[in-house]
């Protein structure tokens, strides 16, 4: 019962008042922490003449140091806190772990980031809304007409659901707060140091690894949730099945052409194609069938379907937390 209770405690706190950006918030230590250890790795690897190529190997494993000390050591310190307010009493450290995994959530902040986007496409405020998405993705949003705008929007809504929510409750009904704060501080390696460029295809290679193994799971239980929520909301579950089954091995993510694969087939658009990313072109495979025209009202969707589908992974996995734990 205490662990469903911190899982809903924690969606509650979120659906309430998002995920509080703030110089104290975890994520911004974990940034931190990862932009100085990535800065005295290369320190020390330039130090010793190693190459980028011939060296492979040796950034590899001097990478390895990333997860071990930022993943770790969130997990360490969130355990101690939470036994010392266990300490306390239960109650406070009930509370306090609900508010830890909160802040490894953002369905809120996903969705406001959704309907800002929406809002400048509505108001035909082409350039706010470009500006908007740009806060939100990697790619280049500067020539973006507004099918792209739209597409950007819902490809970010899906592959978040997973990174956002699933993954975030998963793991914290697992192993409550210190293995959630373990897999936010993956995931923010990734996000930091996962990229296949000069930079980081070696010394980031054990960071991408480990949110791709972390997000492996979850990735594949949210698909009844999604489809269920397309059902509910008189979508089209069908050929987001369809999709699915068809496209999401094209993705280059193993777990990101899930959701995004099923988002398009459900909304009956199509997602992927040509992003530019700082000048250059890179081609992602299409996901689903253009049935319709990307419009604004499909981000809407997209958010309907993740509040939708997240609410009843919720329900499920506090049901089953019940069970397991009594």
């Known amino acids: 019962m205490t662990t469903a209770a911190v899982l809903i405690l924690a ?15 975890p994520v911004v230590g974990m940034g931190k922490a990862i932009a100085w250890l990535d800065r005295r790795i290369r320190c020390f690897g330039r130090e010793r003449g190693w190459n980028e190529k011939e060296a492979a190997w040796k950034w590899r494993c001097a990478g390895m140091i990333l997860p071990l000390v930022v993943a770790g050591g969130a997990w360490l310190l969130t355990f101690f806190g939470v036994q010392g307010m266990k300490q306390l009493h239960p ?10 995994v909160w802040l490894t959530m953002a369905p809120r902040s996903l969705a406001a ?7 400048a496409l509505v108001e035909k405020k082409i350039g706010e809304a470009r500006r908007r998405l740009s806060m939100v993705v990697g790619r280049d949003t500067d020539s973006l007409d507004e099918g792209e705008i739209v597409r950007g929007g819902v ?12 993954s975030p409750l998963f793991y914290a009904a697992l192993g409550g707060a210190p293995l959630a704060m373990a897999y936010r501080a ?6 930091m140091v996962g990229y296949k460029n000069e930079t980081y295809l070696h010394l980031g290679w054990a960071s991408a690894r480990l949110d791709d193994l972390a997000n492996w799971i979850p990735a594949r239980i949210l698909i009844p949730f999604m489809l269920a929520a397309f059902g509910l909301l008189r979508l089209s ?3 987001a099945f369809q999709a699915w089954r068809r496209d999401a091995r094209q993705h280059p993510s193993p777990n990101s052409g899930i959701p995004e694969s099923l988002m398009a087939g459900g909304l009956q658009i199509r997602l992927g194609g040509v992003n530019v990313y700082f000048g250059k072109k890179s ?12 419009k604004p009202e499909h981000l809407l969707k997209a958010i309907r379907v993740m ?8 329900l499920a996995l506090s049901g089953v937390c019940c069970v397991i734990f009594k």
């Not at 109650?91 to 830890?100: C, K, P, R």
């Not at 993956?186 to 996000?191: I, Y």
């Open 307 to 314: 509040w939708l589908a997240s609410g009843l992974y919720l």
């Open 113 to 119: 980031s959704g309907k800002a986007v929406y809002s």
């Open 155 to 166: 490809e970010t809504i899906a592959e978040n659901i997973v990174d956002a929510v699933i």
């Open 237 to 239: 579950p069908g050929a």
């Open 283 to 294: 081609f992602r495979a299409y996901m689903g069938k253009p049935v319709q025209d990307k």
């Open 91 to 100: 109650v406070a450290g009930l509370l306090f772990e609900a508010v830890l």
């Open 186 to 191: 993956a995931n923010t390696l990734d996000s």
């Open 11 to 25: 969606f509650l706190l979120d659906c309430l008042f998002a995920d509080p950006a703030n110089r104290y918030h």
